[in-house]
């Protein structure tokens, strides 16, 4: 395996052993960018964003922080092509830093993803419940 990084990061590329191994090969060629986003607000914006940016293959994960008006892409490759389709949106979205991901922030992103999905699951089951009741209270009543 060779190191993109020559060790200038201060990841260590070569696997440890197990599950080390696939976030150590992961880490060595994300990288991470943080950008500000004055207008995103809301779940709206950010799903806008989501929309905008679902065709990038190099994306692997986002994180969004709504109070401080921040994104976070984990992203193989360039910045450019991400910045530039920020800005088409209007939100005002502008690149802060790009740096090397370590294995802690991909893994971050990842739990971000993975609780937006729990989260996702749990409204599903509400809705469902309300329709149950809903039709409960229309027999019924």
């Not at 990038?56 to 922080?65: A, H, T, V, Y």
């Not at 370590?102 to 699951?121: H, L, R």
Request: hydrophobic share 40%.
């Amino acid at each position: 395996m060779s190191k993109s990084c020559e060790d200038a990061c201060g990841c260590d590329a070569t696997p440890a052993e197990g599950n080390a191994g696939s976030e150590a090969s992961e880490a060595s060629g994300n990288w991470i960018s943080v950008y500000t986003v004055p207008k995103m607000d809301c779940p709206s914006e950010e799903r806008m964003i989501r929309l905008a940016l679902n065709g990038f293959e190099d994306i692997r994960g986002l994180s969004f922080d709504l109070s401080d008006r921040r994104l976070k892409v984990v992203h193989d490759g360039e910045a450019e092509p991400i910045t530039a389709k920020l800005a088409t949106l209007g939100l005002g979205a502008s690149l802060q830093e790009t740096a090397a991901a370590d294995p802690e922030s991909i893994k971050a992103v990842g739990d971000t993803a993975i609780s937006a999905e729990q989260e996702s699951g749990t409204l599903r089951w509400l809705l469902g419940i309300n329709a149950v009741l809903f039709v409960v209270e229309m027999t019924a009543g």
